[in-house]
């Protein structure tokens, strides 16, 4: 199965920016979509942002207009570019992918620490 490494995350003051990125070890091509999730202390993972095989996006409304999310297929990365920081967005971010008929998930990486703070 695909593995998944996250990095590119850090610490940031309000406004600031960071580019994530998830680097997998297949294929990114074969995946019916990728997405960028996050969850932060005491509240369940929430999606943030959806890139389909086709490249159509769509973001949560908390991250919409601020956060980008791209890929790479000759790298097989995934990028989320989070501009406009707020400490709202403090989490853990990870990636997954979809794949198959049924939009099945695959496993979860380590993820990797945003931090957003004065």
């Known amino acids: 199965q695909v593995q998944l490494v996250e990095s590119g995350g850090g610490l940031v003051q309000p406004g600031g920016s960071l580019r994530l990125s998830c680097a997998a070890s297949?294929?990114?091509?074969?995946?019916?979509?990728m997405r960028w999730y996050r969850q932060a202390p005491g509240k369940e993972r929430e999606l943030v942002a959806t890139i389909t095989s086709t490249g159509t996006t769509n973001y949560a409304d908390s991250v919409k207009g601020r956060f980008t999310i791209s890929r790479d297929t000759v790298k097989n990365t995934l990028y989320l570019q989070m501009n406009s920081l707020k400490t709202e967005d403090t989490a853990v971010y990870y990636c997954n992918t979809l794949s198959g008929r049924w939009g099945l998930m695959g496993p979860w990486g380590q993820g990797t620490q945003v931090t957003v703070s004065s």
């Open positions: 297949g294929d990114i091509s074969s995946f019916n979509a």
